[in-house]
């Protein structure tokens, strides 16, 4: 099973309406959002469990100037594919 693990910035909304914006609704519906905030900082740990190799998901993340990582985990291993 293989699990995607991306770190956004604050984005000024909410991060259930952000996502699906930004990822669609049916993507947006499989994240599963950490969020955490301090004084200077505000920002979430989002997963996609049992993710499928969706290269137009992995573009999205790419340009998204709010995404700080992106971690693939696939068969207890671990692949950074950005940044």
């Not at 914006?21 to 959002?33: H, I, L, N």
């Not at 190799?53 to 950005?82: G, H, P, R, W």
Request: overall charge negative; hydrophobic content about 35%; charged content about 30%.
């Amino acid at each position: 099973m293989s699990k995607l693990i991306f770190t956004m910035k604050y984005a000024d909304k909410k991060w259930p309406v952000y996502l699906e914006e930004t990822f669609g609704k049916e993507t947006a519906e499989k994240c599963v959002v950490e969020s955490t905030q301090t004084a200077s900082v505000h920002e979430a740990r989002i997963h996609i469990m049992e993710y499928k190799n969706d290269e137009k998901l992995i573009q999205t993340l790419k340009s998204n100037e709010n995404v700080s990582s992106v971690i693939l985990v696939d068969s207890k291993e671990a692949f950074e594919t950005i940044k």
